[in-house]
Every structure is written in C-alpha cells, then in structure tokens.
C-alpha cells in the first residue's frame, strides 16, 4: 500500500513538473513515507528522518515532508521530535504538499494533476482500491491512521487501469488493508467479484491479483470469481495470525482455527492448483508454548505457499498496547520466528521440488544478474537465461518455462515459447 500511495503521489509531483533524483542531497523536496505495523519500521524511517537534520539545516529552503502511518491525527509529538521537518500528512493526504509546491512554482496544482496513476509504471503495478480498515484487531494501528473502509468507484478503478495498461501494465493487484471487503460501504454494494469481473474484460491486461483479504470478507463469490475467471490469478493471501482460537479471540479475529481450516478447504476444492500465503505472529501476549505450537501444526498441516511471519511488537495506542502485557520474552519470540522460517523453509523445498520438470506460465516483469525474471500465476518466483540479451524485448511477456531447479524461495528454468508477444519497452527501471 505503501509503495502504491509514493507511486500516486509520485504521478503528482511529475505532473507539476518536478522529477526524481537518487541522492537527498541533489534534492529540493524529500519525502518519507513511513510505515508502523512494527517497531523495526517505525525505527528506520525515524533514523532517516534524524539523518536529514544536518542536511536540512545545510539547506533551510530544501522541504522535508513525513506522510504515511507515522501521522495520527495529532502531530505535536512528531513537530517536537522531528523539527526539521515541514509537512506531516496522513496516508492518502497529498494536499498539503500539493499546495506548497503549487504556491512555490506559482500554479494551480488542481489545474494540474489529472489521474494520480504512474507516468511510467512496471510491468506490474499496484492499484488502491479501497482504502482504511472498519476491524479492530487488537494488535493492529492500521485502523487508527488510514481510518474507516472507503471504497473507490467500480468506474474510476476501471478507467485507471485501462490508463495503465495504455502505459504498458500487464498485470494489476488491487490493493486495500481488507481487500475483499471492496464495494460494502458503496450505494451499489458491488463486491470484489464484480470488480474482478470488470477488469477482466480489459484488453492487453494480462494478469490480476488482490492483496490482503481478511477470512470474514472472503467469500464463495469471490472464491468462484479466482476459478471462472481467465485473468485472475490462482493465488490468495489469507493472513490467519494465530493458530489458537484463545489467542484469535484475544486478537479480535472473528473466526476460529477450525472456521479458517473449512474456508481454506473451500477455496482449494473451489480453486484447482491455488497457493495460498498467509500472515502469522508469534510471541502474542500471553501466547503459551502449546499455543504456539498450535500455530506450527496449522503451518504445518496447511502447507501454505508462503508465511509472512513476524514477532508482535506492541504499537501504542492499540487496545494491546493498553489492556496486555507484552510478557513474551524476545529471545522467545525470535526463537519461535526461526522455528516458523525453518518449518515454512522445509514445506517450500517440497513444494518446489514438484515443480521440477513442469513447464510453467511466467510473466517476465524484469531481470537480475544476466537473467530474466518473473512469476507464475501462483506467484511463484523463476528466473531463466536471457541469452546474453537484455533489451527489453522479453518485458511484459507471458513465457512458457521449463523448470530445472528449485529452492525453497525461486525457481530456475529455461524458456519453452512464448504465450504472448505484447511486450513492452523498458522504462529503465526493471
């Protein structure tokens, strides 16, 4: 989400007539954009921030702006702590730096900016399409800094991407905090069935993906809408967080370890050959050994294609930070982490091993080390030889690939035919 809203507010900034460099130094306007799901996120773009103080006061005229989910409401504490530092703006909220850099070059940025979509996007692209959170869990801030769940236009999404496939997208992931609860607060009710539906039918799009759903939102429409329709791909994100339902409860997830174990079973009788990744925290407020391990069975039983696992960290001003006791000890917290990786890492190399052989579907999005890369429709990373070529002729195309081998986190193979010849011209940045 993050990296969606730097790329609008980017598409902006182009539009008034700025551009990017690469170096602080070099330029007349930085901005952060920060995340605080954990404390390691929070940390760095607070080091970073305290890092421009000496250039800051180098350079007095150069603007200094902090956006994203460090800015709550209030920003006494943040002016106090970070001085230096011009604008603070909340996640989606361009306007006040829109409104300095229109004052300083004399426009009407208004008048301006159209579509906030990039000007030069990838291959792949995000694209926000509801924004904010209505669920409380008890660990999470996100509810707190990007607010209530508001859903953009059917109409305006679909305009968007047809602008971005004109730019040379091939594959969208449509994004929100609870992605599949899309359409809910709009007058219509369309759901994310009807929006996939939607955008499949937009030519040269090659490739869609939504990111992140929630268990409550996901349901048998949309179940349906990843096996019936072509375009979207067969791969889901279903964080569960915990597998014990007293650690659920005291998360504020409205499911239970067996509800989610029944959904996942309908999504893959539903959806042949689907991969499912999922988020898991470890080291919850009172989570004991055995309801840990009930994580690890959970991980263990569901095989899941990938784990984003991470260990709590207490965010101030959720309903954990005030009511629970961060009791769990952080050495036992990394020691359950590496006990997760080590056990996801094991599934991976068996999962992958079965892919050996196989002759699979990869949009190429960019390349690396004399190799061009990319993902299957179930996300799956492959890269394969690009025989001493890297011009851009293989950009946004769907390739055939044999795989050779396999590690638990990529695949390597060799190039079979091509599916679709609607390449694109490299924008530079791959």
Known sequence: ???????????????????????????????????????????????????????????????????????????????????????????????????????????????????????????????????????MCTFCIIPYRRGRQVSRPVDEIVGEVELLVQRGVREVTVLGQTVDAYGHDLPEKPDLAHLLTSLNDIPDLLRIRFLTSHPTFMSQRIIQAVADLPKVCEHINLPVQAGDDEILSRMRRPYTSAEYRELVGRIRDTVPGVSLSTDLIVGFPGETEDQFQRSMDMVAELRFSKVHCAAYSTRPGTVAHRAMEDDIPQADKARRLKTVDQLQESILSDINSTLVGQTLEVLVDGHKKGKWRGRTRTDKLVF???????????????????????????????????????SIHSHGTT
């Open 1 to 135: 989400m993050n990296k969606a809203d730097s790329e609008r507010l980017g598409s902006a900034l182009e539009q008034l007539g700025l551009h990017s460099v690469t170096k602080a130094n070099d330029a007349d306007l930085v901005v952060f954009n920060s995340c605080v799901v954990r404390q390691g996120a929070e940390d760095k773009v607070a080091n970073n921030l305290s890092l421009m103080r000496p250039l800051k006061k180098q350079r007095p005229d150069q603007v200094v702006a902090l956006m994203g989910c460090m800015v709550g409401p209030k920003t006494d504490e943040l002016q106090r702590r970070f001085p230096h530092v011009d604008l603070f703006m909340r996640p989606q909220q361009y306007d006040p730096l829109l409104n300095l850099v229109g004052e300083q070059l004399g426009v009407d940025w208004e008048g301006c900016v159209g579509s906030l979509a990039p000007n030069q996007p990838d291959v792949t692209c995000y694209v926000p399409i509801i924004h904010g959170c209505d669920l």
């Open 384 to 422: 394969f030889d690009a025989g001493g070529e890297l011009d851009g002729e293989r950009l946004g195309q769907l390739v055939n690939v044999k795989i050779d081998d396999a590690s638990p986190w990529s695949l390597q193979g060799t190039p079979v035919a091509v599916v679709s010849s609607a």
